[in-house]
């Protein structure tokens, strides 16, 4: 099966409002603790005030919640949730009009979240969303990449995975979670670029505590090495990012978590939230998109 017949077939998602209104600069301020109703179920009510704008706007939200908050903590919690979910509506609506429908390459290491991440970018950008790894085993008809490596070969499954992204790349208003080698063949690109490629880029580490707590059967380039799962993934990965050098960094948009984790000062990215993410995707998405605007305006005139 050819891989564009694999697209028709994977469910999509959420098919959201599609065009934000274009806001200029502007950060957003969120005023906490609005009127918190512990009851249950609870209602919550939140002023949300967009400062940067000529005219300054706020609107109430009244927001019906599923659970008690009875703790504090709970609702800290809480409450910090609601205001990362605000923030990335509001980021969304500020990207959108810059988009122009194109597709989100989202690339990284295994584990980096491409995945968990692209699935919340898809949604409230409105796209739809697809894995790569699974549209090829969907076009070769096995189940698993593992099994494709372990039948066929890796060869057999790169040229399938570059088939799937020359067939994604012709598409509109996608994210697509790549696969964690995609990055090395350069024809790839050729096709990524058609859209906005966004890396995430995380430390090793995490990534190997990540894998290591969902095991590496399901990743063949990681499953012969001796040891743990942490230790055999840390080794692997290591040594694979070594390989691809800087072939990540081809992406337009980089998203450092060891950063973000500064910048909020947490001492680990474990602290980081895929919506964290999800958010500073799009603002770095966004400062991409307006300087490639402003490139275009100034070789047009
Ligand atoms: N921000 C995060 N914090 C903690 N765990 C996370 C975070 N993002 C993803 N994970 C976890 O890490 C694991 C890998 O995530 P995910 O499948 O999204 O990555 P991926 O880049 O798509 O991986 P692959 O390329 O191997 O398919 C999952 O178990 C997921 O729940
Ligand atoms: O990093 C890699 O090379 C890979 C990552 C996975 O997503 C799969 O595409 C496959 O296991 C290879």
Sequence with gaps: MEAASALSNQSCTWNGPERGRRRTGGGLRIQRGFGVDTRCPSIINLQVSQAGTSSYRSESLRMKISCCCSRKEESEKFLTGVDEALILKKKSEDVIPYMNERCLFLVGMMGSG??????????????????????????????????????????????????????????????????????????NWSYMKRGITVWLDVPLEALARRIAAVGTESRPLLHNEPGDPYTKALIRLST???????????????????????????????ALTPTAIAIEALVKIESFLSKDTAVERLTYF
């Excluded at 970018?121 to 409105?126: A, I, N, Q, Y």
């Excluded at 969907?138 to 399938?160: C, H, L, P, T, W």
């Excluded at 960094?249 to 978590?257: K, V």
């Design 240 to 270: 694979l990012s070594e390989e691809r050098g800087d072939a990540y960094a081809n992406a337009d948009a980089r998203i450092c978590l060891q950063h973000i984790a500064s910048k909020q000062g947490h001492g680990d990215v474990s």
């Design 114 to 187: 491409k995945t968990t991440v692209g699935k919340i970018l898809s949604e409230v950008l409105g796209y739809s969303f697809f894995d790569s790894d699974k549209l090829v085993e969907k076009a070769v008809g096995m189940y698993s990449v593992a099994q494709i490596f372990k039948e066929r070969s890796e060869a057999f499954f790169r040229d399938n995975e570059s088939k799937a992204l020359r067939d994604l790349s012709l598409m509109r208003r996608l994210v697509v979670a790549t696969g964690g080698g995609a990055v090395i063949r350069p024809i």
